[in-house]
């Protein structure tokens, strides 16, 4: 085959792995991705991944799936997810979990397919209310949604630096387990960029609006992990997030596009604190 012909090939391959994976919604988020990987595995070892994180927690005892703190989770939870239909389809099918680990962590994730961890730290520390405890929820939903996970595995696997996923299917559940946690390191544990984070905010607010917590959760809680951060080195959470000062001013140029969401939505009545 002539250099030629395999340059205008892999120019097709390049073109039918970009897609948009969610739809703009309110806030106008539309920027084409590049997505060679699989949907189907990363999705299936992010939650090997998932699995072996819970049964690690469950082991050290600090796995909490009963309570007012899990419940207050679930019921936010429970409000946000529906509104994941605003941005694409297929979300009605997913196998969406919750996970609250107790540890003074301040971080949250959701992993590919709507694998939701929380933990204690982030909630406790911050003092968050449920605006706030939404406006990080729907952000970490919003990853998922943008598929930023697969996105990253896709740009890896073009990189030769991540091993043929395709692996774990066939493998044995160590293979499996190994490969679950090499897609996971680039699907949950590095850092997003700026670009993926910028577009989190924006759906993560306009998730939150909808669910009928007040957007306005997505500026104080920013706020607050400011606060909680100064003179210290950044949680995995603010990893590279944009800057206080720019988070907030890209925040507040939103509102005008999700407050009419906000005050159309039916209102969750108020969680205890905790």
């Not at 806030?27 to 690690?56: P, W």
Request: overall charge neutral.
């Amino acid at each position: 085959m002539s250099i030629r012909i395999y340059l205008i090939l892999a120019f097709i391959v390049l073109l039918s792995a970009c897609a948009n994976t969610t739809r703009s919604g309110a806030v106008g988020v539309n920027r084409s991705q590049f997505m060679m990987a699989s949907s189907e595995e990363v999705n299936r070892l992010s939650a090997v991944s998932y699995n072996e994180q819970n049964q690690k927690a469950k082991e050290k005892n600090i796995l909490v799936t009963s309570g007012p703190a899990y419940d207050r989770l679930k019921f936010i939870a429970n409000r946000l997810i529906p509104q994941t239909e605003a941005f694409r389809d297929d979300t009605k099918q997913w196998d969406w979990r919750l996970t609250l680990i107790d540890a003074p962590v301040l971080n949250a994730t959701c992993a590919p397919g709507g694998k939701i961890t929380f933990y204690t730290g982030i909630i406790e520390q911050l003092n968050l209310n449920d605006d706030e405890i939404a406006a990080i929820m729907g952000h970490e939903i919003a990853h998922a949604l943008r598929e930023h996970g697969r996105e990253r595995v896709s740009q890896a696997v073009v990189q030769n630096v991540l091993v043929n996923i395709a692996m774990a299917v066939a493998g044995p559940y160590g293979s499996a387990v190994s490969a679950a946690n090499q897609v996971a390191q680039y699907a949950i544990i590095l850092p997003n960029s700026r670009e993926n984070e910028s577009e989190a905010d924006a759906i993560g607010l306009e998730l939150a609006a909808r669910a009928g917590y007040n957007p306005m959760g997505a500026i104080s809680v920013w706020q607050k992990m400011l606060k909680a951060t100064k003179g210290k080195s950044s949680p995995e959470f603010l990893s590279t997030h944009p800057s206080g000062e720019t988070r907030i001013e890209q925040l507040t140029a939103l509102m005008p596009a999700v407050e009419p969401l906000y005050k159309v939505a039916a209102k969750p009545p108020p969680t205890k604190k905790l």
